[in-house]
């Protein structure tokens, strides 16, 4: 079974007048793992998008093309357009979550929003959820979230790096002043905690601009940092149109792109291709590669793409949305391959899925035979981590192309942690729960 193809239908009206799976797969066979995408090729963020959903696509064709599935499970999978919103996403979920022989085998759900609306189903219906760089950093206690998982790195990871990175610059943080611009939502929201401690621990001066959905209305913020604040740096946490407009702002009123360091999801080829030249400079977080120059890349370039096999344009693979969405779909490939040598090769559970996220260990040698060598950090999870890794690489772009900057960037793990307990230890008061005693766990 071949796992989907997109019609022209795909960005039109009927899209956007509800959720469609496009198209839904086949009468489930009993040898496949089913995967619901959640996806938005539509509405303000659809740019955004668009590639990340090929990028999912593409790396499950390539395990079925190269590998005959995962050791002779075929993956099949439906997407569900989303358009960013949460309703919607909720739609998707409620109507996906039973399909195939198994179920759902993970939820992604790519927006935090939706992540947060369905923390309580997917406990209940014990489906583990993957949300890489997104959704609640505390996910990563998984005493108190069994079934959510925010490896290889969580918004609170991101923001210590980051100014850690400056740290290196300046020689130090104290009585330097540091402009945090945010969409003002729970994306933006979520790392001010860590932000907030750092300024008052480290001794720099904090001022922060929230920006109303979508972005776009920032001249104003722009014209009180440039000509009044004068920060050191500027940190963004935007998403959508509203990262080209803050570039194309900060160069307007001169503030240098060098000093200007946006989120994983400010860092994407949509993000600077706009602005043209004012973005030359501009500095911004991932935690995986860029480029095709990879094993796994070449792979799906000799048994997708040259068939024509490719579920979007050619002119997004290789970059960091598309790669991003590889990797997506390769921890949840992982997930079941882990699972699958404690439970037997055949379609896994959500409950199995769960385990195998728990269980990953993706060290040097898997990386490498994964074809992943150079493009991610070593991780492992357990019982009480789901975040698995932390590390934090800073880029630049150079007018073509995205460039390192820095090496990996371990984040500050001791205060993380505690920062993480603290906040699930509130969502377990607040919700009634007992956390899991991970001693017992096998």
Same mark, same amino acid.
């Given at each position: ?106 939820? @992604?759900?790519?927006? *935090?929003? %939706? $992540?947060? &609306? ?6 209940? !219906? +014990? ?113 959508? @149109?509203?990262?080209? *407009?803050? %570039? $194309?702002? &900060? ?6 792109? !060098? +000093? ?120 492992? $999870? ?61």
């Amino acid at each position: 079974m071949s796992l989907y193809r997109f019609g022209s239908a795909l960005l039109g009206a009927a899209l956007l007048a509800a959720p469609l799976a496009l198209p839904a797969p086949a009468m489930a066979q009993a040898n496949e793992q089913f995967v619901p995408s959640f996806s938005y090729r539509t509405g303000p963020f659809g740019p955004n998008g668009t590639p990340f959903a090929d990028g999912f696509a593409d790396y499950f064709k390539m395990i079925n093309a190269r590998d005959g599935g995962i050791n002779g499970v075929r993956i099949t999978l439906e997407e569900c357009e989303t358009a960013y919103n949460t309703d919607r996403g909720v739609e998707c979920y409620e109507r996906l979550k039973a399909k195939g022989p198994t179920g759902a085998t993970a939820i @992604v759900p790519l927006s *935090t929003g %939706i $992540t947060y &609306a369905l923390i309580e189903r997917t406990a209940q !219906d +014990k489906i583990p959820m993957l949300t890489s760089g997104y959704g609640r950093s505390d996910g990563s206690d998984g005493r108190v979230f069994p079934w959510m998982f925010t490896l290889p790195a969580t918004y609170y990871s991101q923001m210590d790096a980051i100014l850690q990175f400056i740290k290196s610059k300046e020689g130090t943080l104290k009585g330097k002043k540091i402009s945090y611009i945010y969409h003002d939502s729970a994306v933006g929201k979520e790392p001010l905690p860590v932000i907030q401690r750092l300024a008052k621990e480290q001794g720099f001066e904090l001022s922060e601009f929230p920006v109303p959905n979508p972005g776009v209305e920032q001249k104003a913020i722009w014209l009180r940092i440039g000509r009044q604040i004068r920060p050191n740096y500027v940190i963004m946490w935007g998403w959508g @149109v509203m990262n080209p *407009t803050a %570039i $194309t702002e &900060a160069a307007a009123v001169g503030f240098p792109r !060098d +000093k200007f360091i946006g989120v994983w999801w400010a860092g994407s080829e949509q993000d600077v291709t706009p602005p043209g030249d004012a973005a030359k400079g501009y500095l911004a977080a991932n935690f995986h590669g860029t480029g095709k120059d990879y094993k796994f890349m070449r792979d799906i370039e000799n048994t997708v793409l040259k068939g024509g096999q490719g579920t979007g344009e050619s002119k997004h693979v290789g970059t960091v949305l598309y790669n991003r969405g590889a990797i997506n779909a390769a921890m949840v490939v992982e997930a079941v391959r882990t699972a699958q040598e404690r439970y037997g090769n055949k379609p896994m559970t959500g409950e199995q899925v769960r385990w195998g996220f728990e269980n990953l260990n993706l060290n040097t040698q898997r990386l490498a035979a994964m074809g992943f060598e150079g493009f991610m950090p070593p991780l492992r $999870t357990s019982c009480a981590d789901h975040e698995g890794g932390g590390v934090v690489r800073i880029q630049q772009w150079d007018g073509k192309k995205w460039g390192w900057v820095s090496d990996w960037i371990e984040p500050n793990r001791p205060m993380l942690r505690e920062m993480y307990e603290a906040g699930s230890a509130q969502y377990a008061k607040e919700k009634n729960t007992q956390p899991r005693d991970c001693a017992r766990q096998s």
